[in-house]
């Protein structure tokens, strides 16, 4: 039996939490720093990584990184060099997401589908540029800027603001000192996951997110604000882009950079034909929160399998033909201002129907009440035989849980409940 050190405190950890919990092969799970919903909390996160380090010690324990953030500082290296366990990639395999320009041209060396696009690091040029060219681009900052760095630009004036946003009064600081202008893509977004040993990468189904805060996919970008999984994408897409992901860990792996742990591919598919958008380095959120209910297998033996190469030894993964759905539950005002502090009534409610998971993000205890502490506060997923299904009981169990100030989207999955 092992014990699991995972770190983070969103929904996505909470949903890891929730799936390691049930391995065979896992004793305790220790969240750091977890959230109100977390059982073994420890009392610091990523920053203290000397704590961590000897946390991990001093239980014997395997550790799991969830966000971006730590994976990007190298604290999977940092274990890792202290003879520790640790699932995720390396710093130097981070890039793939910290750096656009660098995703970008990996891409294009890999022959990986994405589209055109130039890089600028001074507005004159990066004006002049889009003067010449069809109205209609998009605008993305190099460095992480936690879904802020993107600006889909419809015409000259918008494409302006951003490049002056970023480049001119660097409202993203050194994230946006340089900038890519890329084509606009039409389609339909996906977001397909696999794990990797650096060697080989084995699915781990797909998803399709709500970014903006509003319905009807209006307003600022969020982190997401729901999701459904499976993404409902044909056979021939699922085979390309598995081809996309294996040209990746080749990719990185001849570059002399393998890459080992989750692979996100954040994908727009046109015409029938997937093009990548994005890597990102680790599971969405909420996208975890809608994939990993519907896992059959143990994942414990697959992480482990991964940190030791040993991937090509195990079976494909076992997942529910069943769709599920997750609503995010967010605090007025997010993705800007928000309140916390608000006490969140509704979660112990005993009649939330089977096949509903309340995963907390943004939550912590003082005395016997639950309170809010984020911009996500609580994702609800729910499982069914139709996207539908699934739809219908994650709502009626959203709507059981209140607090002052609460927002969710009322349209997650409601497109995809047409299209299936
Ligand atoms: P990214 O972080 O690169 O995935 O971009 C965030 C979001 O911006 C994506 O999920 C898309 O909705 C949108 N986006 C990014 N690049 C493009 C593109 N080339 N064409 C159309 N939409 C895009
Ligand atoms: N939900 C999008 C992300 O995790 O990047």
Known sequence: MVNILLVGSGGREAALEWKLKQSKLVDQVFTAPGNAGSINNLPYGSEDIHRLVDFAHEHHAFTVVGPEAPLSAGLVNTMEDDGLEAFGPSKEATQLESSKIYAK????????PTPEFEIFDEYDLAEKYVESRRPGVVVKADGLASGKGVFVCSNLEETRSALRTLLIDRQLGSAGEKVIIEETLGGKEASCFFISDGNQVIPFSSAQDHKRIYDGDKGPNTGGMGCYSPALLSQDV?????????????GMKHEGVPYKGFLYLGLMIADDKPHLLEFNVRLGDPEAQALLPRCSSDLFPYLKACVDGDLPKMEPMDWTRRHSVCVVMASGGYPNKFDTGKKISGLTDMSVPQDVHVFHAGTKKEDDNILTNGGRVIGVTALGDTVRAARDVAYVSVSRISWDGEYHRKDIASSACKEQ
């Open 105 to 112: 041209k990996f891409m294009k060396r890999q022959n990986i």
């Open 238 to 250: 699922q085979d390309e882009v598995t081809q996309i992901a294996n040209r990746t860990i080749s």
